[in-house]
């Protein structure tokens, strides 16, 4: 039986890596083979964590300044890797997979930095091919009024959010989206659960 690929999307601080690591417990216990990812990506060794690395530091590479449609096609290209290498392979095996983002961060994050919406569904376009028919079981979209911790609200976070719900409108048709504003934590770990409850057998 084919794994699923499971989804966490949403700006930063809204409480994704919560709810990435209470769904592992839950697989866990289950007794369901998973393995937890994330986009671009954090493991040592592979060129996720390096696009990561030269994203939040730069400058550790001798680098000033990376143009958003850059960082964008390098965040592209790590994804390719990680699909081929990683995530098609492992659903192949009947492994869930858990992916804290997906291409929609690299739309939302390209659209709110201002790329040419072109320019930007071309990229995303190869992602998309790669998949071909596969698609996520589910995505769940993490939505807050103000991030959580010591991160105010501001005008960005603000884009950010509405840019999510414009491009999960449009992927309604393609997936089952759940969407979670301003759900406290406890009752969007139920959520969650009683998801993998109504599915692991399916």
């Known amino acids: 039986m084919r794994g699923k690929l499971i989804v966490f999307e949403g700006p930063d601080a809204v409480g994704k890596s919560t709810l990435v690591q209470h769904l592992k417990?839950?697989?866990?216990?289950?007794?369901?083979?998973?393995?937890?990812?994330?986009?671009?990506?954090?493991?040592?060794?592979?060129i996720g964590k390096l696009v990561y690395d030269l994203h939040h530091a730069p400058g550790k590479f001798g680098i000033e300044l990376i143009s958003p449609i850059?960082?964008?096609?390098?965040?592209?290209?790590?994804?390719?890797?990680?699909?081929?290498?990683?995530?098609?392979?492992?659903?192949?095996?009947?492994?869930?997979?858990?992916?804290?983002?997906?291409?929609?961060?690299?739309?939302?994050?390209?659209?709110?930095?201002?790329i040419n919406a072109r320019i930007l569904d071309a990229l995303i376009s190869s992602e998309k091919l790669l998949w071909g028919q596969f698609t996520p079981s589910v995505v769940f979209l993490i939505q807050r009024t103000k991030p959580f911790g010591d991160k105010p609200a501001s005008d960005e976070f603000d884009v950010l959010s509405d840019l999510y719900r414009e491009l999960s409108t449009s992927e309604a048709a393609n997936y089952e989206i759940i969407t979670m504003a301003d759900v406290e934590p406890d009752a969007a770990c139920e959520i969650v659960g009683q998801w993998v409850r109504k599915r692991r057998t399916v």
């Open 70 to 114: 850059g960082l964008q096609a390098l965040h592209i290209a790590a994804h390719l890797d990680a699909i081929t290498h990683t995530i098609l392979p492992a659903i192949n095996s009947g492994t869930w997979v858990v992916l804290d983002r997906f291409w929609w961060s690299t739309w939302v994050y390209g659209r709110a930095a201002g």
């Open 25 to 46: 417990t839950l697989l866990e216990q289950d007794q369901l083979p998973n393995e937890i990812l994330s986009f671009p990506g954090d493991r040592p060794g592979t």
